[in-house]
């Protein structure tokens, strides 16, 4: 069986809590955090779509700690908004920007639109990258709309006000469990899962 150790170029420990979730059974994979490697500089996600933002991470982990480093790049598009807050995601409240005052910012944007036209998706680019720049790339999506009002307390960014197509539950109340069968870096992760475990084998 082979061994293989990779960095996740992220220092969100809730993000990489889900990814070790995703990936805890896969056998011979070691899965550490940017928090192990101190050194390692914040990368500016200058790209203009999440592929080159997720590629610009993971290469910058590849490069610093000279492991294989998976990196994602991950947002949520509003249809009635144009598409937006997409790559802009996380900093959509401004540079001081967390999830509370994301989702805020969202909900007022989204004032007075009625239900039909809150549609909305997760889209997660998946990058692994050797430290020679070997490279592979998994996409994933999960289709649903905006609620009126944050609920649920699992999760983070923008779970509380998604309610993925089909349920009546936001990603925030779901078991973690439920959401990791159908979320957009669920299907990913299982793309880039199918791949780990051919090299692996």
């Given at each position: 069986m082979?061994?293989?150790?990779?960095?996740?170029?992220?220092?969100?420990?809730?993000?990489?809590?889900?990814?070790?979730r995703?990936?805890?059974?896969?056998?011979?994979?070691?899965?550490?955090?940017?928090?192990?490697?101190?050194?390692?500089?914040?990368?500016?996600?200058?790209?203009?779509?999440?592929?080159?933002?997720?590629?610009?991470?993971?290469?910058?982990?590849?490069?610093?700690?000279?492991?294989?480093?998976?990196?994602?790049?991950?947002?949520?598009?509003?249809?009635?908004?144009?598409?937006?807050?997409?790559?802009?995601?996380?900093?959509?409240?401004?540079?001081?920007?967390?999830?509370?005052?994301?989702?805020?910012?969202?909900?007022?944007?989204?004032?007075?639109?009625?239900?039909?036209?809150?549609?909305?998706?997760?889209?997660?680019?998946?990058?692994?990258?050797?430290?020679?720049?070997?490279?592979?790339?998994?996409?994933?999506?999960?289709?649903g709309?905006?609620?009126?009002?944050?609920?649920?307390?699992?999760?983070?960014?923008?779970?509380?006000?998604?309610?993925?197509?089909?349920?009546?539950?936001?990603?925030?109340?779901?078991?973690?469990?439920?959401?990791?069968?159908?979320?957009?870096?669920?299907?990913?992760?299982?793309?880039?899962?199918?791949?780990l475990?051919r090299?692996?084998?």
């Open positions: 082979a061994h293989m150790r990779i960095v996740a170029a992220t220092r969100n420990k809730k993000k990489l809590s889900e990814l070790a995703l990936l805890g059974d896969i056998k011979g994979l070691e899965l550490l955090g940017l928090d192990s490697f101190p050194d390692c500089p914040e990368v500016e996600e200058t790209g203009g779509t999440f592929e080159e933002n997720s590629l610009l991470k993971a290469r910058s982990a590849a490069k610093c700690t000279g492991l294989w480093a998976l990196a994602d790049d991950s947002g949520l598009e509003v249809d009635a908004l144009g598409g937006a807050p997409g790559i802009f995601s996380s900093r959509y409240a401004g540079p001081d920007a967390d999830d509370k005052k994301n989702v805020q910012k969202l909900l007022s944007a989204l004032e007075g639109v009625p239900p039909e036209r809150r549609t909305a998706r997760f889209r997660v680019v998946v990058t692994l990258i050797s430290p020679e720049d070997e490279t592979h790339l998994f996409e994933g999506k999960v289709e709309s905006i609620g009126h009002k944050a609920e649920g307390g699992s999760g983070f960014g923008y779970d509380p006000v998604f309610y993925p197509r089909g349920f009546d539950l936001t990603f925030a109340q779901m078991p973690p469990a439920e959401k990791d069968k159908i979320s957009h870096r669920a299907e990913a992760l299982g793309r880039l899962k199918a791949h475990r090299i692996l084998a």
